[in-house]
């Protein structure tokens, strides 16, 4: 049997990197580099149904081999990586029997990964880290998730003796950037219930996600020669800085925490004729997300009042919803997971995802699907990295998770 580290390792020298900008399923070709390395690996093991489709969604199944009524369990991960940071060429590097002292990525370019800045490496004191070169992103979002689901399937077809339900997995592509699930076939999938493998450290379970939104503010300003400027130019670039302005500075993400919600500029464009402002809002509370909406409106309608009409517009898109309204009627959910995290010694951690995952979106297809934890750290950037005990633990907290679902628990 492969390890899941080995697999990790692999798995994130297959570069994923998603694109927004495209429209396609999915977005950039090289995710079927790893679909296809997948599903040859999922037959390897011996994974039944194992497909895909046009669209890049790896699928297999684990049937069943108990008398007892348990529902089929779907486990899923994504295999793109964000484009935050490149992920061409990563080339991780496991750091063995961490000591606590700073982690140098990258002599040349003196990147270093220090206690300082991260003060939560101290905690993993004694473990083997996979690290980056500094370079680029790791990829433990979510191929750790790959992995560690790819393992426990590995490790249940190897112990027959285990008994479970009809295991159904399922491999995502462009989640990043916000259409993993477009074309994710729910029915076909057969799993009454499902688990996203991809949160962060250890323990974590999440079944609130914010409520999103995206807004493409789109400037149209008027060049002339800054010799001749005068009461003519409109620079959309300040414009769109003076949009910005007009945002709540407490409500940027690097200032909000747990349930708080934001306005995040993703990325901005142009020049003095036009500009493109691009941001995510977030909030869990869907109520504020719709004000936020508003108040993106309202500023709008300031702007055309103040530098004339047609100055600015914006394109706001939903993006998903919090999954708790579809997740809540389902306790047996996060029981099973919580359970099986102590049966393992590993301390359960019931936290809102400052962000979202395809589970999201599935428990509003029909498929609660809450999400749990890969191990990782640092995501879509050079700091990034994850520990191969905390991925061990994760795999045997999959597989006990499998073998043990009690549809009657209750949380406590």
């Known amino acids: 049997m492969r390890t899941v580290a080995e697999r990790f390792l692999q798995y994130v020298k297959v570069n994923t990197e998603s694109a927004e900008e495209k429209q396609e399923v999915p977005s950039t070709a090289s995710q079927w580099n790893l679909a296809n390395i997948l599903m040859d690996e999922m037959k390897e093991i011996g994974i039944s149904n194992v497909r895909s489709g046009e669209h890049c969604y790896v699928y297999g199944t ?23 940071v490149t992920g061409e060429g990563v080339n991780p590097r496991i750091v063995q029997n961490y000591d606590g002292t700073d982690i140098v990525l990258n002599k040349k370019y003196r990147i270093s990964l220090t206690p300082r800045e991260f003060p939560e490496l101290m905690q993993y004191i004694g473990n ?101 400027a005068k009461n003519k130019m409109k620079n959309a670039l300040l414009i769109g800085m003076e949009f910005q302005g007009l945002l709540p500075v407490a409500e940027d993400p690097a200032y909000t925490e747990k349930y708080e919600g934001f306005y995040h ?112 750290a640092n995501f879509h950037g050079k700091y990034e990295y994850i520990s191969i005990q905390s991925m061990e633990r994760i795999v045997t907290m999959l597989v006990d998770l499998a073998c043990n679902y009690d549809i009657s628990l209750k949380m406590e």
């Open 62 to 84: 684990i049937p069943g081999n108990t008398e007892k009524a348990v529902p089929a369990l779907g486990f899923i991960a994504h295999m793109d990586t964000s484009s935050a």
């Open 265 to 376: 500029l993703c990325r901005m464009e142009g020049g003095v004729e036009q500009a493109v402002l691009h941001y995510i809002i977030r909030d869990h509370d869907l109520k504020k997300l719709e004000a936020k909406k508003a108040f993106v409106e309202t500023a709008v309608a300031f702007l055309n009042e103040k530098y004339g009409h047609g100055t600015c517009q914006a394109e706001i898109t939903d993006s998903y919803y919090n999954m708790a309204e579809k997740v809540a009627p389902h306790p047996h959910l996060i029981a099973n997971a919580k359970a099986a995290m102590e049966r393992n010694d590993i301390v359960p951690k019931i936290i809102p995802i400052r962000g979202g995952t395809d589970g999201a979106r599935l428990s509003y297809m029909g498929l609660p699907s809450p999400n749990l934890c890969t191990g990782g």
């Open 128 to 228: 083997d880290l996979i690290v980056t070169d500094g370079l680029t992103l790791l990829g433990a979002d979510d191929k750790a998730g790959v992995a560690e689901i790819m393992s426990m399937a590995e490790y249940l077809l190897s112990h027959p003796e285990l008994k479970h339900g009809d295991i159904h997995i399922g491999f995502t592509p462009d989640e990043e950037v916000g259409r993993g699930v477009d074309f994710f076939d729910v029915e076909g999938f057969g799993a009454e219930f499902a688990y996203t493998v991809d949160g962060g450290e250890l323990g974590e379970i999440e079944y609130e996600n914010f409520n999103a939104a995206s807004a493409k503010l789109i400037i149209n300003g008027v060049s002339v020669h800054p010799g001749t």
